[in-house]
Each structure stands twice: as structure tokens, then as C-alpha cells.
Nanobody, 124 residues
Framework: VQLQASGGGLVQPGGSLRLSCVGS????????MAWFRQAPGQEREGVAC????????YYEDFAKGRFTISSDSAKNTVYLQLNNLKPEDTAVYYC??????????????????WGQGTQVTVSS
């Protein structure tokens, strides 16, 4: 199982980015897929999760209404659309995968597989 994240960059406040996470060696439809982030000096936190249970989508409060997690089975890719970005969204964003069926407690779950991270910087 491998995950390759991309799409980060420098964007002004209010701007948008779309992060991609390409999976290899497994079928993303069979796994719970999630995005986490870690800002300098802070602990890693969950952002959004696409559950394998019933394709439910879960978001942390700060992400609701601004971020959207989605997937493309044909491309075996999970996306994170980031809209209305704020300076406090600056962080390294990681995608993660696990065969377990995570629900609403996903952000505390021990995901087995991680991508390498992609830097998102929001600054004017």
C-alpha cells in the first residue's frame, strides 16, 4: 500500500487548492480514506474522512463548509478541495488509509498507511 499526495502550494487568504492522494497497491473503495494536517509546533489533527462503511463523509469543525473530501474510483484517488483558505490552515497535509471501517471517531483511529505530505501555505 502506497499513498502519493500532491497539490499543495502557496495561496492567498480566501483562495483555493485541491489536494490529491493517489493510492497504489490497494483499492481505495475498500479502505477508509482520510486527510490530516500538522502545523509547525502543533500536533497532527484530522481534517476529513471518507468512510468505507457507507461512503459517509466526516469533517472536523474547522473544515465544515470550506473543505470537501471526494474520490475517483477509476483513478484510485482521493481529493481534498480547500476553499476560502485562512492563514491558520497553513500546515503539511497528509492522506491516510486504513482497511478498518471507521465512523465518527475516525480522527482518533490508528490509520495504518500514510502519504508523504504536501505543504499548504496561506499567506498574503
Amino acid at each position: 500500500v502506497q499513498l502519493q499526495a500532491s497539490g499543495g502550494g502557496l495561496v492567498q487568504p480566501g483562495g483555493s487548492l485541491r489536494l490529491s492522494c493517489v493510492g497504489s497497491g490497494f483499492n481505495i473503495d475498500d479502505y477508509s480514506m482520510a486527510w490530516f494536517r500538522q502545523a509547525p509546533g502543533q500536533e497532527r489533527e484530522g481534517v476529513a474522512c471518507l468512510s468505507s462503511i457507507d461512503d459517509s463523509r466526516y469533517y472536523e469543525d474547522f473544515a465544515k463548509g470550506r473543505f470537501t473530501i471526494s474520490s475517483d474510483s477509476a483513478k484510485n484517488t482521493v481529493y481534498l478541495q480547500l476553499n476560502n483558505l485562512k492563514p491558520e490552515d497553513t500546515a503539511v497535509y497528509y492522506c491516510a488509509a486504513d482497511y478498518a471501517e471507521y465512523g465518527s471517531t475516525w480522527s482518533n483511529a490508528p490509520f495504518d498507511y500514510w502519504g508523504q505530505g504536501t505543504q499548504v501555505t496561506v499567506s498574503s
